[in-house]
C-alpha cells in the first residue's frame, strides 16, 4: 500500500507543475481570401543574371500569398490591447531573413525588441539590406556575394517598416519589432497560433501590407484554446 502513496505523491507533485504551463491559453485560428484573387505579373529577373540561375519556375510577387482552398499567408497576427503585464526578454536564438534566389524568406516578419536579426545572403550575388524602420535606426548595409550573414537588432518596438534591396527593386519584406512575444505569421496554410496567453480579454488583429487590417475581440480563461478565424477582400 505504501508504494501506491509515494506514486500518487509523485503524480500529484507533476501535475502541480505541468498544470502550471496548461493554464495558459492558446488562441489559433485560420486566415482566408475571399473572391477570385487577382493576378500578378511575373517578376523578371533579367537584370542580374546570378538571381535567374537560382530559379526553374516563375517567380511571383509574395503580396498575396495564397495557399489551397483560398488560405492566405504573409498574415502578422497580433494582440494589440489587453496585452498581459510583464517584461518578456527576447529569445537568444536570432530570426533569419534570407535571401533567397534574389527573393525575401520570409516575406513577413516579426522580431523582438533585442532579438537579433540573421540576414543571410546564399545567392553569390550583391544585395543591400535597406532597412525604412522610424522609430529605429534607418540602415543600409551592402552585403556582395562573399559576405554570407550580418545581424541587426532594434532597440525600440515599431510595427512594420519596409525592408528593399536597391540593386534588385522587387525584393521587398515587412518587418514588426515587437515588445512581447503575443503574434504570429501565417504560412500558405493561413494558419496562427499565439501560445502562453494569460487569461483576459484582448483585441486581435489580423494585418496584411496592401489589404489592411481586420480586429476581434475574445475573453479566454485559463486553458482555453479558442479558434479565431479572418477573411480579406479585395477593397
Ligand atoms: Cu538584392
Not at 150 to 163: G, N
Request: glycine fraction near 6%; hydrophobic fraction near 40%; charge should be negative.
Amino acid at each position: 500500500m505504501k508504494k501506491y502513496y509515494i506514486y500518487f505523491s509523485f503524480v500529484f507533485i507533476f501535475c502541480i507543475f505541468c498544470v502550471s504551463s496548461v493554464f495558459a491559453a492558446t488562441l489559433t485560428g485560420v486566415v482566408k481570401y475571399e473572391g477570385e484573387a487577382p493576378k500578378f505579373k511575373e517578376i523578371k529577373m533579367d537584370a542580374d543574371p546570378v538571381c535567374l540561375t537560382h530559379h526553374n519556375n516563375p517567380v511571383y510577387p509574395q503580396i498575396l500569398l495564397l495557399g489551397e482552398d483560398n488560405a492566405m499567408g504573409n498574415v502578422f497576427v497580433h494582440i494589440v490591447s489587453g496585452q498581459p503585464r510583464g517584461k518578456f526578454p527576447p529569445p537568444d536564438q536570432p530570426v533569419v531573413l534570407n535571401q533567397k534566389g534574389c527573393m525575401y524568406d520570409p516575406h513577413v516578419l516579426g522580431v523582438r525588441v533585442g532579438q537579433a536579426l540573421k540576414v543571410l545572403n546564399p545567392d553569390g550575388t550583391l544585395h543591400n539590406v535597406h532597412g525604412l524602420p522610424k522609430e529605429n535606426e534607418e540602415f543600409n548595409i551592402a552585403m556582395p556575394k562573399f559576405r554570407k550573414e550580418i545581424t541587426r537588432t532594434f532597440d525600440k518596438p515599431e510595427f512594420m517598416f519596409p525592408m528593399k534591396c536597391d540593386v534588385h527593386p522587387w525584393m521587398g519584406a515587412w518587418v514588426s519589432v515587437m515588445d512581447h512575444p503575443f503574434f504570429s505569421v501565417t504560412k500558405e496554410d493561413g494558419k496562427f497560433r499565439i501560445e502562453d496567453l494569460p487569461a483576459g480579454e484582448y483585441e486581435i488583429e489580423a494585418w496584411h501590407e496592401k489589404l489592411g487590417t481586420k480586429k476581434a475581440t475574445i475573453v479566454v480563461a485559463e486553458g482555453d484554446t479558442k479558434e479565431v478565424n479572418f477573411s480579406f477582400s479585395k477593397p
